[in-house]
């Protein structure tokens, strides 16, 4: 063999290589560009695990302090709804039937009970009246302030005075005699 068929046989090799090596070479190429977009790709997936940790995080944060202020804020409306109950279990309320008042009388609260109750009338009124209520009047001495509640809630229809006490200065400080029925 001569160099001329070497030469001949290197170039026929090569002229067949040529087409699978530039294959070669557009698969790398494919690759490399597969590579960066994968890259990209994991970046981005990456930054969107981060903001989602984040924000799971600052969730659970938040999650156990409003847990924290839920179960301090239902204690605390236990609270209150207990301190309702127990304040509406004792009627202190002073209903006022008198406008009037004349330059020597003063303030009296009265206690009457009714001892039965009228028909179709709720419970809890019922109730309320065996307990007694508490009444202001205007009176000029004891006895005055006894004859007016007695004309207003007369024995004959069920009605009993069961205390007369004198209240000096307005209605809105809580008078003693509330504070008799309150620790009864």
């Known amino acids: 063999m001569n160099w001329f068929g070497i030469v001949?046989?290197?170039m026929i090799v090569l002229i067949g290589v040529k087409p699978a090596f530039q294959k070669?070479?557009?698969?790398?190429?494919?690759?490399?560009?597969?590579i960066k977009d994968l890259q990209r790709r994991r970046f981005v997936l990456s930054q969107q695990v981060r903001t989602l940790a984040r924000e799971s995080l600052s969730q659970r944060l938040t999650s156990a302090a409003?847990?924290?202020?839920?179960?301090?804020?239902?204690?605390?409306?236990?609270?209150?709804?207990?301190?309702?109950?127990?304040?509406?279990?004792v009627d202190r309320r002073i209903l006022v039937t008198d406008e009037r008042r004349g330059l020597q009388e003063t303030g009296w609260i009265v206690l009457i009970r009714r001892t039965e109750g009228l028909p179709m009338e709720p419970t809890r009124v019922v109730k309320l009246w065996e307990e007694g209520r508490y009444f202001f009047f205007f009176a000029s001495d004891l006895?005055?302030?006894?004859?007016?509640?007695?004309?207003r809630f007369p024995a004959a229809q069920g009605y009993e005075i069961l205390d007369v006490v004198p209240h000096e200065g307005d209605l809105s400080e809580n008078p003693t005699f509330g504070a008799k029925k309150q620790s009864a």
């Open 66 to 89: 409003d847990g924290v202020e839920s179960a301090e804020l239902t204690s605390h409306v236990k609270g209150l709804t207990d301190q309702v109950n127990s304040l509406e279990s």
């Open 143 to 151: 006895t005055r302030a006894r004859r007016k509640a007695q004309l």
């Open 24 to 34: 070669a070479q557009r698969q790398i190429k494919r690759t490399r560009r597969n």
């Open 8 to 10: 001949l046989g290197v």
